[in-house]
């Protein structure tokens, strides 16, 4: 199997050619940046470890929260149906803004951001690219803005 590293600033095309590359020749591409979002989703071990690091200021406040209606209406639904996912859905999402605010403000912070989740979007890619492995992939490419730093 071949592994092709994809790098690149902001903005310089990345996501096109990974999707051009998908789409018209039906390579596996591992995202790192679509691995770290789905990796801070809340109740995610990620997630867990960005608000214990950094504290619940991180955390979009319920009324800010894209689901919003589950802060309102956790108290009365709790009764119907009570399996881990539901308490997953009630955490709050990290506010990304706030978020880089803090951690772009302060080069200790980004540091202690860039080990942690390096450290777990690693990890991810290397049980997907053991996937690709065992599932005989010829080619994929691997889309990682960092790659090189």
């Known amino acids: 199997m071949k592994i092709v590293g994809l790098t690149g600033g902001i903005a310089c095309g990345k996501s096109t050619v990974s999707a051009h590359l998908a ?3 039906n390579i ?6 679509k691995i770290y ?6 109740g995610k071990p990620l997630y ?6 950094f504290g619940p200021e991180i955390l979009q406040e319920p009324s800010s929260a894209t689901s919003s209606d589950d802060f309102s209406s956790s108290s009365s639904s709790s009764s119907s149906s009570s399996s881990s996912g539901d308490s997953q859905s009630q955490l709050p999402p990290i506010d990304r803004r706030k978020f880089a605010a803090i951690v ?3 080069e200790a912070k980004r540091k202690r951001l860039n080990k942690i989740s390096h450290a777990a979007v690693g990890r991810e890619m290397v049980k997907q690219i053991l996937i690709s492995f065992i599932c005989l992939e010829s080619l994929i490419v691997l889309d990682v803005p960092l790659l090189l730093e």
Do not use: G, M, Q
């Open 23 to 25: 789409r018209k020749h």
């Open 28 to 33: 596996t591409i591992i995202d790192a940046d």
């Open 37 to 42: 979002h789905d990796l801070i989703l809340p």
């Open 48 to 53: 867990l470890d960005l608000v214990k690091e």
């Open 104 to 106: 772009f403000s302060d």
